[in-house]
């Protein structure tokens, strides 16, 4: 399973930006994918996970959302109502199994910063 993610950049506090994560390699509607995001000097996070119905962190409801197009085999991040604190390196993150928490197969991250 390859994860291709894309659609990072510089924006200004309360701009948007839409990121997408290219899956193949496996059947992708079976796939659970999930987005984390990791800023400078900070654990990675959580931010969202799709599969037969979304998921995002309690922290980012309300402005991240997180959908899947199975005829592209790509799962977008819209983040909305950007903040500095959301600034980092967001990865997209894919596993086979549905029951667990875990993610077996991690993209490279796209860069998102947001600035003041």
């Known amino acids: 399973v390859q994860l291709q993610a894309s659609g990072g950049g510089l924006v200004h506090t309360g701009g948007s930006l839409r990121l997408s994560c290219v899956v193949s390699?496996?059947?992708?509607?079976?796939?659970?994918v999930g987005w984390f995001r990791q800023a400078p000097g900070k654990e990675r996070e959580f931010v969202a996970t799709?599969?037969?119905?979304?998921n995002v962190a309690d922290s980012l409801k309300g402005r991240f959302t997180i959908s899947r197009d199975n005829a592209k085999n790509t799962v977008y991040l819209q983040m909305n109502s950007l903040k500095p604190d959301d600034t980092g390196v967001y990865y997209c993150?894919?596993?086979?199994?549905?029951?667990?928490?875990?993610?077996?197969?991690w993209g490279l991250g796209t860069l998102v910063t947001v600035s003041s």
């Open positions: 390699g496996y059947k992708f509607e079976v796939l659970r």
């Open positions: 993150a894919a596993d086979k199994n549905r029951f667990t928490s875990s993610y077996a197969y």
């Open positions: 799709i599969w037969s119905r979304e």
